[in-house]
């Protein structure tokens, strides 16, 4: 996944005040589209040290941590040991680079991933073969927002747009809004956030 190398780096120090209430806020969001999940597996992907799924945990019956970066694994299972937690397990898993998973999942929250992949409908098209018939793809990230530039992320995207392409790939029952604006939380810049909901 793109920017696997920053990621490495401050994994140690990833886990600020601000990343744990953008986590919590998302976390809110996620749960507001769950139905029966109790009995559902799901999968962070792209999690990072595991700020939103480890809020999460008590409403799957499992959750399992993916990211590309091995420290950020690292993290989680320190995490996952000191809380002596039996519901999770991790992996670390490029679905960029590496080829087709045997994994499977009801459930497949991305939280503020999708703007670090740069061919992201690639990635799409492979997570729809992750999930079960009938699962669900969540994704959070920022709405497009034109006044960021950079080479290393996307600058936010368009839902509509975004919509379009997941109805491409064979989604269905989109939803999506935004649901929370912030003061310089992306590069810098104010921005919002909104959650999609797909299903397959």
């Known amino acids: 996944m793109g920017n696997t190398d920053k990621f490495e780096m401050i994994a140690n120090t990833y886990d600020t005040?601000?990343?744990?209430?953008?986590?919590?806020?998302?976390?809110?969001?996620?749960?507001?589209?769950?139905d029966d999940a109790k009995t559902k597996n799901a999968i962070?992907?792209?999690?990072?040290?595991?700020?939103v799924g480890m809020?999460?945990?008590?409403?799957?019956?499992?959750?399992?941590?993916?990211?590309?970066?091995q420290n950020m694994i690292h993290q989680i299972n320190r995490k996952i040991s000191r809380?002596?937690?039996?519901?999770?397990?991790?992996?670390?898993?490029?679905?960029?680079?590496?080829?087709?998973?045997?994994?499977?999942?009801?459930?497949?929250?991305?939280?503020?991933?999708?703007?670090?992949?740069k061919d992201f409908k690639s990635v799409l098209l492979k997570l729809?073969?992750?999930?079960?018939?009938?699962?669900?793809?969540?994704?959070?990230?920022?709405?497009?927002?034109d006044e960021i530039v950079s080479d290393i992320v996307h600058s936010g995207?368009?839902?509509?747009?975004?919509?379009?392409?997941?109805?491409?790939?064979?989604?269905?029952t989109i939803r999506s809004k935004t649901f929370y604006n912030g003061n310089k939380?992306?590069?810098g810049h104010d921005a919002s956030l909104f959650i999609l909901d797909s299903q397959k």
């Not at 005040?17 to 769950?34: C, G, M, N, Y």
């Not at 729809?128 to 927002?145: A, E, Q, R, S």
Request: overall charge negative.
């Open 128 to 145: 729809y073969d992750v999930l079960n018939p009938g699962g669900h793809l969540l994704i959070i990230d920022f709405n497009k927002n």
């Open 17 to 34: 005040p601000e990343r744990i209430q953008i986590a919590k806020l998302s976390s809110d969001a996620i749960r507001e589209h769950l």
């Open 83 to 117: 809380s002596n937690i039996h519901n999770a397990g991790t992996l670390c898993f490029d679905f960029e680079k590496d080829g087709q998973s045997e994994l499977h999942a009801d459930y497949i929250f991305m939280v503020q991933v999708l703007l670090h992949i």
């Open 55 to 69: 809020n999460l945990l008590n409403d799957f019956q499992s959750v399992l941590f993916l990211d590309t970066s």
């Open 185 to 187: 939380i992306f590069m």
């Open 157 to 172: 995207f368009d839902q509509e747009m975004l919509t379009d392409i997941m109805l491409n790939i064979g989604y269905n």
């Open 44 to 51: 962070d992907f792209g999690c990072g040290t595991g700020l």
